[in-house]
């Protein structure tokens, strides 16, 4: 069975700093993009972050740039998205998921509907 497993989620302050992890299971990341997706109560599901295991290739959203970095393991079939500054707007379920990577834009993959995979989703809450 293909699954997406996300974890490392939790409470933190302002300014600290969490590291989410999505692992897969029954397929390897070989050719796919992994995205990294938040929703907030009240709000769309909101893309923040891709990684092509291809090539490397990485995507952040503006609001997150210079304070997340998103990390490919091939070899672990794994996906860490490392936050650092985090800030009460971080707060959201985090999910992550995978698309062959021929399917997505680069250049903007944050359409939900490209990916065909998801985990479960981890929460972050980021306290004032």
């Known amino acids: 069975e293909v699954q997406l497993q996300a974890s490392g989620g939790g409470l933190v302050q302002t300014g600290g700093s969490l590291r989410l992890s999505c692992t897969a299971s029954?397929?390897?990341?070989?050719?796919?993009?992994v995205g990294w997706f938040r929703q907030a109560p009240g709000k769309e599901r909101e893309g923040v972050a891709c990684?092509?295991?291809?090539?490397?290739?990485?995507y952040y959203t503006d609001s997150i740039k210079d304070r997340f970095i998103i990390i490919k393991e091939k070899d672990k079939s794994a996906v860490y998205l490392q936050m650092y500054s985090l800030k009460p707007e971080d707060t959201a379920v985090y999910y992550c998921?995978?698309?062959?990577?021929?399917?997505?834009?680069?250049?903007?993959?944050?359409?939900?509907?490209?990916?065909?995979?998801w985990g479960q989703g981890t929460q972050v809450t980021v306290s004032s």
């Open positions: 998921a995978a698309a062959p990577v021929r399917r997505i834009n680069m250049m903007m993959p944050t359409t939900a509907g490209a990916y065909d995979t």
């Open positions: 029954g397929f390897t990341f070989d050719d796919y993009a």
């Open positions: 990684v092509s295991m291809s090539d490397g290739t990485t």
